[in-house]
């Protein structure tokens, strides 16, 4: 093959013996391709050049500025990744992805890309110049903006506790306090402005890293120098009143700030690892919390039984999912719904997110003998009429929670499971007794958070064909004329195609069926059937229906929900 080409190279496209000469040195000094070598001497005409090669070695080649490559397929390579390898998503077909790179054959990038994704690999030629060009063009380098912000005033108070200390972080002064707070200011007022809801400081050996995550996905925004370490993380740890010293064990704390005049909350929680203290920062915004039960995403008939649920007298009622689905804000609506002057609301939380007024919060402290179920004993004691219990963790919780339930009580709580018929599986194995959960279990709730398509670049999605609507679960007389969309990427959303997210819901209502057939410890498939016999409308239905108004893209419900179809091992996305 490379005796061909160079048979090729200089006798029809004219390449100076000379020069093969010195571009095969090249290629071995700089471990690239003889091809990329006569290119960067410009031997002879690039394309024809490429083609040579591709035509020797039976490659396909990737002409990458003559492509508009869609964004959820960008995507499939993390930015860090695309760089490392050099190498530019360009299609996907089923569990295969067709990347571009400089060399198709090197195994060493297959595997890490493979590695990396998750996905097989179909591997085209393209040339140096061009994937420097894709890269700049899809992958941008997100440095954090270096606007002024500033000055921290760690004297002016603001808030809800009479002694709180509000560290002030504006943009109407200039810095004078040090490059390590000048950052962290600007890190908050960025995660503040971009609509994050997490701040990821991470140290490694010879860098740091800052992400933010927005909407449900971590962005990089900016790399300090390693030196930086450990100043970050004191610097931390005092705005937040936790101890300096202390760097061999996890430590949780609050830091409380006003950005833009805006009093903000973060919950802190530091981590030693090899290489130093990461930080992550949770916001607690409350101006950001939304209790309107109406606008949770629920679809209206969902949205009824749950209601009819949490209305009645006594009972459980369960939200599940994973860590992110926006649990916490499902009952925070429910608890604002249900916040009567003549009910007793009590609730046991690990931490308090945020202050409900006429509700009576309780911040559980394991360290100081107070758990969860500590709490519910007490509640007992407080003639309550509505608990909440921030999770169910272990049988005795469980226990305290059902025996609230059974004697008149409305208990609300969470779980971590994946789906509605889980969520009764899950309990079968903490040792909960089934005639306890009969009794006791009113409603389980199952919900994901999904990022939802940019209504700025919303365009038609032409690659989704109706064959691969039917798989996922899509009647076909629906996929037939269904048209699905997609985010293109723009300067609102960050060249994603993605701004805000939508909840999906799995409302699983518990009939005299399902307590039948939780007597007999069915598996979840069976209690997931009977719900879906009596109107169950499951995450993978719910996230359809989103889809099919132009609320999410394909992607993101394949992403977040599994098939209904037990039998089906895989999906086919037909290009």
């Not at 077909?93 to 060493?108: Q, S, T, W």
């Not at 911040?363 to 500590?374: K, N, P, Q, S």
Request: glycine fraction near 6%; include cysteine.
């Amino acid at each position: 093959m490379l005796r061909q080409f160079h048979d090729i190279a200089i006798n029809q496209l004219r390449v100076d013996p000379k020069t093969m000469a010195e571009a095969e040195n090249l290629a071995r000094t700089k471990n690239v391709l003889l091809v990329h070598a006569l290119i960067r001497l410009k031997a002879a005409d690039n394309n024809k050049l490429l083609a040579a090669w591709a035509h020797c070695h039976k490659l396909q080649i990737a002409d990458l500025d003559a492509m508009d490559i869609p964004n959820d397929i960008i995507q499939l390579i993390q930015d860090q990744v695309a760089r490392q390898a050099r190498a530019i998503p360009i299609d996907r077909v089923g569990n295969n992805i067709i990347v571009a790179v400089e060399n198709p054959h090197d195994l060493n990038t297959i595997n890490l890309l493979q590695l990396k994704t998750g996905y097989s690999l179909k591997t085209v030629l393209s040339s140096e110049d061009k994937i420097n060009k894709a890269l700049a063009r899809y992958y941008p380098q997100r440095n954090l903006e270096m606007n002024k912000f500033t000055k921290t005033n760690a004297t002016q108070t603001r808030s809800t506790k009479p002694t709180e200390q509000r560290l002030v972080i504006d943009d109407s002064s200039n810095n004078d306090d040090g490059p390590v707070n000048d950052l962290i200011n600007r890190i908050m007022m960025a995660c503040l402005q971009r609509g994050a809801s997490d701040i990821h400081v991470e140290p490694y050996e010879n860098y740091m890293r800052v992400r933010l995550r927005i909407d449900g996905a971590l962005q990089e925004i900016a790399r300090p120098p390693a030196n930086m370490k450990a100043a970050m993380a004191s610097r931390f740890k005092v705005m937040a009143g936790l101890k300096i010293e202390e760097k061999r064990l996890p430590q949780d704390g609050q830091i409380s700030v006003t950005i833009e005049g805006k009093p903000i909350d973060f919950r802190i929680n530091t981590l030693p690892t090899w290489h130093g203290e990461k930080v992550v920062l949770r916001i607690l915004d409350k101006s950001s919390l939304q209790v309107d039960m109406t606008k949770l995403g629920f679809e209206a008939d969902d949205l009824r039984r749950f209601k009819d649920s949490i209305h009645k007298p006594y009972g459980m009622v369960l939200v599940t999912g994973p860590t992110g689905s926006g649990k916490t804000t499902t009952l925070y609506s429910a608890l604002a719904e249900l916040n009567q002057v003549a009910d007793n609301i009590m609730t046991a939380e690990d931490p308090v997110e945020f202050t409900l007024d006429g509700i009576n919060q309780v911040h559980i402290r394991a360290e100081f003998g107070l758990t969860f179920a500590d709490a519910l004993k007490a509640f007992l004691r407080q003639d309550p009429d509505i608990i909440m219990v921030g999770e169910v963790r272990d049988k005795e919780t469980g226990e305290i929670a059902i025996k609230a339930a059974l004697t008149g009580h409305m208990v609300l709580s969470t779980l971590h499971t994946n789906s509605a018929a889980d969520t009764i599986v899950r309990l079968q194995n903490m040792g909960l007794e089934s005639f306890n959960l009969i009794s006791a279990l009113q409603c389980v709730v199952a919900q994901r958070l999904a990022r939802r398509i940019c209504n700025n670049c919303k365009m038609l999605d032409t690659s989704i064909k109706p064959d691969y609507l039917v798989s996922l679960g899509v009647p076909r007389d629906v996929a037939a004329t269904a048209k699905v969309h997609k985010g293109k990427g723009c300067e609102l959303c960050g060249g994603t195609g993605m701004k805000g997210r939508v909840a999906i819901h799995e409302v699983m209502v518990i009939t005299d069926d399902l307590r039948t057939a939780i007597m007999r410890t069915a598996p979840a498939m069976e209690l997931k059937a009977i719900g879906m016999r009596q109107g169950m409308r499951t995450l993978r239905q719910n996230g359809l229906i989103k889809m099919l108004r132009g609320e999410m893209d394909a992607l993101e419900v394949v992403s977040n929900t599994a098939s209904d179809d037990e039998n089906e091992t895989s999906n086919h996305h037909a290009a």
